[in-house]
C-alpha cells in the first residue's frame, strides 16, 4: 500500500512559466513532508521541507504548500528554468523529523522545455 | 567540504554472494540510512541507524544486514545475493534533529 503518491511520472513545462508538482499521502501520522531533486546517476538532493503545522513554505523560486485537510502537498517552481528538468520526490516521515527514515512517492520527471 | 560517499560506485556479483556496500560519511551526523531504487517504486528504507552500536530495520530489511561500530561508516552487506536485490543503493545521513536527509551518489548492483 503505497503511502506517498505521486500520480504524473511526467509533466513538461516551458520555459520561464510555472510548474507544479502534486504528491498525496494516505498516512495522517506523517507530520514532516519534504522534497527532493535527482538527476541520472546521482544521489537526490534536498530541495525544501514543510512542517504539518505549516500550510506554506517558500525558498528562492521553490514553494511548498501542503494541505492538510486534503493529505495533499505541492512543489511550485517560478520560474521554471532548464536546470530544474530532473526527477522530483516527494518524501513524508511520522514522528521524529525523519530521524526513523523517509517514505518516498515514486518520483515525477519534470522536463523544461526551451 | 563534509561529504558522504559510497563504494563501489559499481557492482556484478553471483547469486548467493556475500557483498557489502560501503557509506562513508564526514558530516559528523548521528543517522545514517540505506535505501534501495528500482523502477516503479521510488526509494525504500532498507535499514537506519541513530548511533554508534544501533541499527533498525526498515521497510525491506530481508536479506540486508548493517553494523555501525564508528559514526562515519554504516555498510550494508548483503548475506546470499538474490537477482531480486538488483537495484540502485543509495546512502543517506542526517543530524538527529534535523529530517533533511543528505544522499551518497548511489551503487548501482546487478546480481546475475
Known amino acids: 500500500d503505497q503511502q506517498v503518491k505521486q500520480n504524473s511520472p511526467s509533466l513538461s513545462v516551458q520555459e520561464g512559466r510555472i510548474s507544479i508538482l502534486n504528491c498525496d499521502y494516505t498516512n495522517s501520522m506523517f507530520d514532516y513532508f519534504l522534497w527532493y531533486k535527482k538527476y541520472p546517476a546521482e544521489g537526490p538532493t534536498f530541495l525544501i521541507s514543510?512542517?504539518?503545522?505549516?500550510d506554506k513554505n517558500e525558498d528562492g523560486r521553490f514553494t511548498v504548500f501542503l494541505n492538510k485537510s486534503a493529505k495533499h502537498l505541492s512543489l511550485h517552481i517560478v520560474p521554471s528554468q532548464p536546470g530544474d528538468s530532473a526527477v522530483y520526490f516527494c518524501?513524508?516521515?511520522?514522528?521524529?523529523?525523519?530521524?526513523?527514515?523517509?517514505?518516498f512517492g515514486k518520483g515525477t520527471h519534470l522536463i523544461i522545455q526551451p | 567540504d563534509a561529504e558522504i560517499t559510497q563504494s563501489p560506485r559499481h557492482k556484478i556479483t553471483e547469486t548467493g554472494r556475500q557483498v557489502t556496500l560501503a557509506c562513508h560519511q564526514t558530516w559528523n551526523h548521528n543517522n545514517m540510512f540505506w535505501y534501495r531504487q528500482d523502477l516503479g517504486h521510488g526509494l525504500r528504507l532498507i535499514h537506519y541507524?541513530?548511533?554508534?552500536?544501533?541499527?533498525n530495520k526498515g521497510e525491506v530489511s530481508d536479506g540486508y544486514s548493517v553494523s555501525r561500530s564508528n559514526t562515519e561508516d554504516l555498510p550494508l552487506t548483503l548475506e546470499s545475493a538474490a537477482s531480486s536485490q538488483t537495484s540502485v543503493y543509495f546512502c543517506a545521513s542526517s543530524e538527529w534533529w534535523k529530517g533533511e536527509q543528505f544522499f551518497g551518489p548511489g551503487t548501482r548492483l546487478t546480481v546475475l
Open positions: 518524501a513524508a516521515s511520522a514522528g521524529g523529523g525523519g530521524a526513523d527514515g523517509l517514505t
Open positions: 514543510i512542517s504539518s503545522i505549516k
Open positions: 541507524s541513530y548511533g554508534v552500536q544501533d541499527t
